[in-house]
Structures are given as structure tokens and as C-alpha cells.
């Protein structure tokens, strides 16, 4: 029993060392009840308080299998929409259903680009990332993943402009604004 969880973070572990151009992953908020070597802190805009995440990834980037791109009104960095595999989804579904009413952390190699409000479970196996994706990530992305020519049904990400219309609550994701 003991060794499920050092199973479990060496296969998480595994990930990072491979050849991948760039690593994405979905961390939830710890429940509490697990080890300080378990969990990192993170500041969460809004709270007095850090909060603490599970190490171990809930999603990584061998879960997505397309991303579709949407220039972020707020700032200079890209949100992107990420289509996870069936069995992405189905994680996404389960770790959401058990972390309504918390945060979830995405991180880009290694670094935070996003803090979400889970508002309820994510039944679409769409991961939406609203701002803090550099440019850069992009190229990189298209090497690992594919890119979809068109944005997923009612997600809601840009107008003809390319305006960012509805960042709040689309499929149970809300963005912390910074």
C-alpha cells in the first residue's frame, strides 16, 4: 500500500524525462491530508493564504491531443483550448467532480501560466487555459500536438476580432485574473 504513491510519482517523474518539446500539466488543489513532500505551495490571487497542490499531476501533455490557439485581451500571452483523449477526459471528469468548489494549477514547463476556480465538473474533455501561454509555446505545440482548425463547439474564446468574450465559467472553469 505503501508503495502506490512512490509508484505512482516515479511514473509521474518518467514524463518529465522525456524528449518532449514542452511539458503541460494540471495539478488539483490538496485536500490537506497529504504530506508536505506531497504538495507545493502557490499563491492564489484573492486568498490571504497559499494554498497547496498535489505534485503528481491530475492531466499532462500525453492526455491532450489537439490545442486550439486565442490571443488573450488582457495581456501579451496566448490562452489556448486543449482537447484531452478519452482518457483525459475521463480523468479531467473525475478529478473535477472531486474538486467543485477549489483550485486547479496549470503549469508550462514547470511554470505557472493559469490558476482555476473549478465551478463545476468538466464533462467536454476540454481543458481552457485563458491567458499566460507565450507565443513561443505555440511552435512548440504544434511539434506534439494538433492544432484545431476551428474552436471547439461553445467554448466561447473570440469574437471575429479575435476579442476575448467570455472568460468565466465556460465548462466549469473559471480564471483567477492575476
Not at 38 to 52: A, W
Not at 72 to 89: P, R
Not at 120 to 133: A, E, F, M
Amino acid at each position: 500500500m505503501l508503495l502506490l504513491p512512490l509508484l505512482v510519482s516515479l511514473t509521474s517523474c518518467w514524463h518529465r524525462d522525456r524528449d518532449d518539446p514542452f511539458h503541460i500539466t494540471l495539478h488539483a488543489q490538496s485536500s490537506g491530508a497529504e504530506s508536505q513532500r506531497l504538495v507545493f505551495p502557490e499563491r492564489v490571487p484573492g486568498l490571504r493564504k497559499e494554498v497547496y497542490f498535489r505534485n503528481v499531476p491530475e492531466i499532462t501533455q500525453d492526455h491532450i491531443t489537439g490545442f486550439y490557439p486565442f490571443r488573450d485581451s488582457d495581456s501579451s500571452t496566448w490562452g489556448c483550448v486543449f482537447e484531452l483523449s478519452q482518457t483525459g477526459a475521463q480523468r479531467l471528469l473525475t478529478s473535477s467532480v472531486q474538486s467543485v468548489g477549489s483550485y486547479m494549477v496549470v503549469k508550462l514547463d514547470g511554470r505557472t501560466v493559469e490558476r482555476l476556480y473549478v465551478s463545476k465538473p468538466v464533462r467536454d474533455g476540454l481543458l481552457v487555459v485563458w491567458s499566460g501561454i507565450p507565443e513561443a509555446s505555440l511552435a512548440l505545440f504544434e511539434e506534439g500536438m494538433v492544432r484545431l482548425r476551428s474552436e471547439p463547439a461553445g467554448v466561447g474564446t473570440t469574437s471575429e476580432t479575435g476579442v476575448n468574450l467570455d472568460a468565466s465559467g465556460y465548462g466549469g472553469w473559471d480564471p483567477i485574473r492575476r
